[in-house]
């Protein structure tokens, strides 16, 4: 199997635990752990991991320049991207939130435009618009409340925060990943994260009866520390060496249907008509947002 074969199989993978982890991550909020005490426990379970594996490969010196860039990412991947997530979860739906999450590509092209001066033509502009649009219909005139949801508008607005953020990191990202290894990046990554995160979620950390907890809870945990967090982001900054930002935005596609299938099975949420209505419009946006022109297709293969 070549280099991207192995990208994109791993770039799958992530997808199918992420798609999983909506519906087990907010099975545990609020009641057995905060969304930002929950934070605390994945940077600090990820760091551990991390830095136990990099004590078997090779030690690679960073250069003074990429620390400030190393900060960035760990802020923008570690930080506010997971605690955006983690208290919209809280608020909103498993299905919500791996239906507006879906704009990452969408506001990937926006930013890379914004910073890399990449060229937005009127068909990316209207998918942009349509995938726009679908989120705002979703937070507008979806479901407000319901019993495991006690805020579904904001939580889906701090979606759309942690979709942004998500973005901004596959771009400052990308220049890192041909200079280090993955575990390299990842175990300081994580290691500047515990240090801005503590502050933020180490009340609701400590508040946690962790020796009160049955195995049923410890299992979920342990699916969000060491698949949701040490397995996605070392499998996304693989497939990153071979492929393009926008292309690991695009599996993000594959979050919707894999989540509303593991939170419909668990009983923990379903489709509407205006969910289903505003996926498709959101979808549709990213199809055509994301869509290379054949002539350009033509033009790089000749």
């Known amino acids: 199997m070549n280099q991207r074969a192995l990208a994109l199989l791993a770039a799958t993978i992530a997808s199918a635990i992420y798609g999983a982890n909506h519906t087990i991550a907010k099975d545990l909020m609020p009641d057995v752990i905060g969304p930002f005490g929950f934070i605390v426990l994945r940077v600090l379970g990820a760091a551990v991991l991390f830095w136990i594996v990099s004590l078997f490969v090779p030690n690679e010196r960073v250069a003074r320049k990429d620390w400030l860039r190393i900060l960035a990412c760990s802020f923008f991947g570690m930080v506010l991207n997971m605690n955006m997530f983690f208290k919209g979860l809280e608020l909103s739906t498993p299905i919500n939130s791996s239906v507006v999450i879906t704009l990452t590509p969408v506001l990937l092209l926006v930013l890379s435009a914004v910073f890399l001066k990449e060229k937005i033509t009127w068909m990316k502009s209207v998918g942009i618009g349509l995938g726009l649009v679908g989120a705002l219909l979703l937070i507008l005139f979806g479901i407000k409340t319901q019993p495991n949801a006690p805020n579904i508008p904001l939580g889906n607005i701090l979606f759309i ?6 973005a901004i ?7 890192l990943v041909h200079k280090y290894s993955s575990i390299t990046l990842m175990k300081f990554f994580f290691l500047f994260s515990i240090f801005i995160n503590v502050p933020v979620g180490g009340g609701e950390f400590m508040e946690v ?5 049955d195995w049923s809870l410890i299992w979920k945990l342990g699916f969000v520390v060491v698949g949701t967090t040490f397995f996605t982001y070392l499998l996304n900054i693989y497939a990153l060496k071979q492929l393009k930002p926008s292309t690991i935005g695009a599996f993000i596609y594959l979050q919707p249907v894999l989540a509303a299938f593991f939170a419909i099975l668990a009983g923990a949420d379903k489709l509407t008509p205006l969910r289903i209505g505003a996926a498709l419009l959101i979808f549709l946006g990213v199809f055509l947002s994301t869509r290379t022109p054949k002539r350009l297709i033509k033009k790089s293969k000749s």
């Not at 925060?161 to 998500?166: E, R």
């Not at 990191?169 to 220049?175: A, E, G, H, R, S």
Request: charged letters at 10%; a neutral charge.
């Open 161 to 166: 925060f942690n979709a942004t953020s998500y």
């Open 169 to 175: 990191y596959l771009i400052i990202v990308k220049p």
């Open 209 to 213: 009866a962790w020796l009160d907890l």
